[in-house]
């Protein structure tokens, strides 16, 4: 099957699906129900073989493919030896990639040479990157893509009305990843994009009595989940770095827990890996005072990506009591490897 037109962006925060919802509204798609051959929510633990399955759709010269919030990171720049990404971006009509990560402006030179419009900007959520390039300029629009911007941007401490919102999107997106049936997955999606997209959604500093009560079971499973997380938490001297593991439940992914962990241990520990249950695969570094240390550096080299001080990379294995040691001795090793022999914890009181 071909399709004229694909929207593909990151599923998995309210940037990525913000951006979904603003490129609906600027091409002027008004579908009730989307389609999961023309709108694709990615995940950076699938993230190669959901881009197979849309590259597969894709008609030579026909269609437009547009990206959004997704990291060209090495796993997917690599891919048949770097013939995916080249193909997506010679095969379509044309390709828009919207997007903040380092490792995607890192990759610039495969838009001049093979084609595709690269939209890029370090400092702005690529929700508020669409909303600009596409001059959406309505108050509705600028109220999407300011909760894009100040929840992916958010520092710890700060909480106001666009911050409370994000999150809440995030508390809908968090559940829907972690439903272990793709399908249902894709429809609450769908269905939370479509309600963005339409001014469905939002109201006042809330989502709608709509959304009230998957919030309240989603609660009810966050309760859970951070005292699970807190039983996990164990702490590790490596390589002079103190280090904070632990466990998430896929109900606090991809951005609950590690901010959570933020904002109660950044001030005791250097950085804090977050490594995330079953049906995630994508685990979160965050590095906090270590001086020397490249976050980025050590995502690279698991195959991930990120910005700043914080970055992800992906397994192709389920997290079990097995796989966990494995996990983490994967990233011990990195932090070893990237850590300068003089690096030490500097803490002020």
């Not at 999606?189 to 339409?198: A, E, G, I, V, Y």
């Not at 992906?314 to 850590?339: A, F, G, M, N």
Request: charged letters at 20%.
């Amino acid at each position: 099957m071909t399709t004229s037109q694909i929207i593909a962006t990151h599923g998995e925060d309210p940037d990525g699906i913000i951006a979904h919802a603003l490129l609906l509204r600027a091409l002027e798609i008004s579908d009730q129900t989307l389609s999961p051959e023309t709108n694709h929510f990615l995940r950076y633990d699938r993230l190669v073989e959901q881009f197979k399955g849309i590259n597969s759709l894709v008609q030579d010269g026909k269609t437009s493919l547009y990206i959004a919030d997704v990291g060209l990171n090495p796993l997917l720049a690599g891919e048949n030896g770097g013939n995916l990404i080249i193909d997506l971006l010679q095969k379509p009509r044309q390709v828009m990639w919207i997007d903040h990560h380092l490792p995607t402006i890192e990759r610039k030179s495969l838009f001049d040479q093979f084609g595709g419009n690269l939209v890029y900007c370090s400092k702005r959520s690529s929700g508020f990157l669409t909303k600009t390039h596409f001059n959406l300029n309505s108050d509705y629009d600028t109220l999407l893509g300011g909760i894009s911007q100040a929840h992916d941007y958010k520092r710890p401490g700060r909480n106001h009305t666009l911050i409370t919102l994000g999150d809440e999107l995030q508390r809908v997106i968090s559940y829907a990843n972690a439903l272990p049936d793709e399908s249902s997955s894709f429809e609450l999606l769908s269905n939370l994009t479509t309600s963005l997209r339409d001014d469905k959604i939002i109201r006042g500093s809330r989502l709608s009595s709509d959304w009230e009560d998957l919030i309240i079971e989603y609660e009810f499973l966050q309760q859970q989940a951070f005292h699970d997380l807190e039983e996990s938490l164990e702490f590790e001297n490596i390589a002079g770095h103190e280090v904070l593991w632990a466990v998430s439940s896929p109900y606090l992914s991809q951005k609950i827990a590690p901010r959570y962990l933020e904002s109660q241990y950044s001030d005791s520990v250097d950085l804090c890996v977050t490594i995330f249950t079953s049906p995630v695969r994508n685990h979160i570094i965050d590095g906090y005072f270590c001086n020397g240390l490249s976050i980025g550096d050590i995502c690279k080299s698991l195959g991930g990506g990120g910005r700043g001080n914080g970055g992800g990379f992906s397994v192709p294995y389920d997290t079990t009591e097995k796989t966990i040691p494995q996990i983490k001795e994967l990233v011990r090793e990195q932090i070893e490897l990237y850590s300068p022999s003089n690096c030490r914890s500097e803490k002020t009181s």
